[in-house]
């Protein structure tokens, strides 16, 4: 069992910044890889990035490629998403996960999620 527990949320103008941070129960989340999920009112939710087990391989979805960055610290038992160039679009509840499958992008565990709404 993997309990996962976001943070960093919040209200900022589109154009600011955002870091948030999961922090991940356990002995073996240096073994997992991770991923950051987000879903917007009304719709279905989304990938948003991923990076492997010794943060050697990242994936990022089209639309925050460049703009967001995902990075891990296992000694912390810690990932965290660094959110640069925020837009109204990206205002969703954004859920940290333990990938079951890499290139499924299935998912085996979930944090409770955190509001991050972008005004414009």
């Known amino acids: 069992q993997v309990q996962l527990v976001e943070s960093g949320g919040g209200l900022v103008q589109a154009g600011g910044s955002l870091r948030l941070s999961c922090a991940a129960s356990?002995?073996?989340?240096?073994?997992?890889?991770m991923g950051w999920f987000r879903q917007a009112p009304g719709k279905e939710r989304e990938f948003v990035c991923a990076?492997?087990?010794?943060?050697?391989?990242?994936s990022y979805a089209d639309s925050v490629r460049g703009r967001f960055t995902i990075s891990r610290d296992n000694a912390k038992n810690t990932v965290y998403l660094q959110m640069n160039s925020l837009k109204p679009e990206d205002t969703a509840v954004y859920y940290c996960?333990?990938?079951?499958?890499?290139?499924?992008?299935?998912?085996?565990?979930w944090g409770q999620g955190t509001q991050v709404t972008i005004s414009s």
């Open positions: 990076i492997s087990w010794s943060g050697g391989s990242t």
């Open positions: 996960a333990v990938l079951s499958n890499w290139y499924a992008r299935s998912v085996g565990y």
């Open positions: 356990g002995r073996t989340f240096s073994s997992y890889h």
